[in-house]
C-alpha cells in the first residue's frame, strides 16, 4: 500500500468529529531509508531527514526543522487571518525562528527533555498602521496561533519579538537573529 493509499484508507477510516468546529489532522509516514521519511498530508508528500553526521543522507529538513517552519508558517497565517478581521492592511510579514535543543534527551543520555528548551520567534510586520494601533493584533494573534500556543503549552519558553514598519525590513538571515 502506498502512502498515499494508507492516508486515503485513514482519511475513510476516520469517524467525523461530533462537534462540527473540531478540525482533524491527519498525516501518514513511510520510512525510506536510515533516518528518511516520506510523509504524505492530504494531496501533499514531503520528505524528512538527518544530517549525514546523523546517518541520514540531508536531502531534507530535519522533523524539528519542519516543525519550526510550522509555527512560522501558522503565526503568518494566523496574522494574515487576525489583521483582514480588524481590517488592517498588511503588505508583508516575515518571520525566524531560533529555537534549540538538548540532544541527550534524543540520545537517552540524560534526563532531560528531548524537544525546544526555548524558542525565539521574530515576526516582522509591514503595515501603514502605527504601532500603537496594534496591540490588538498583537495579542490576538498570541492568543489563537495554535502552534504557538501548542510551544506554550508543552512548557516551551517563547521569546516571541513584534518588529512594525512602514516600509520593508532589510532580509531576514539567521546572521542578523541570534539569540
Not at 494508507?6 to 482519511?11: D, K, T
Not at 476516520?14 to 489532522?25: E, F, H, L
Not at 549525514?52 to 536531502?59: A, F, L, M, T
Not at 512560522?72 to 518571520?95: D, F, K, P, R, W
Given at each position: ?70 509555527v ?52 516582522q ?24 500556543n ?30
Amino acid at each position: 500500500m502506498t502512502v498515499r493509499e494508507r492516508v486515503e484508507s485513514i482519511a475513510a477510516a476516520a469517524k467525523p468529529a461530533r462537534d462540527p468546529w473540531i478540525k482533524s489532522v491527519r498525516a501518514a509516514g513511510s520510512w525510506l531509508s536510515p533516518k528518511r521519511t516520506r510523509v504524505a498530508i492530504r494531496e501533499f508528500e514531503f520528505v524528512i531527514d538527518q544530517p549525514v553526521v546523523k546517518g541520514g543522507e540531508n536531502q531534507a529538513p530535519t522533523p524539528m526543522e519542519f516543525v519550526a517552519g510550522a509555527v512560522n508558517g501558522c503565526i503568518t497565517v494566523t496574522i494574515e487571518s487576525v489583521a483582514a478581521e480588524l481590517g488592517i492592511q498588511i503588505e508583508h510579514i516575515e518571520t525566524l525562528t531560533r529555537a534549540h535543543m538538548d540532544v541527550r534527551g534524543f540520545n537517552g543520555t540524560a534526563e532531560v527533555s528531548p524537544h525546544f528548551k526555548d524558542y525565539s520567534l521574530l515576526v516582522q510586520i509591514v503595515t501603514p498602521v502605527a504601532e500603537g494601533e496594534l496591540g490588538d493584533l498583537r495579542r490576538l494573534v498570541e492568543q489563537r496561533c495554535p502552534a504557538t500556543n501548542l510551544l506554550k503549552d508543552a512548557q516551551v519558553p517563547l521569546d516571541l519579538q513584534w518588529q512594525f514598519s512602514p516600509e520593508s525590513f532589510a532580509p531576514l538571515s539567521d546572521d542578523r537573529y541570534r539569540s
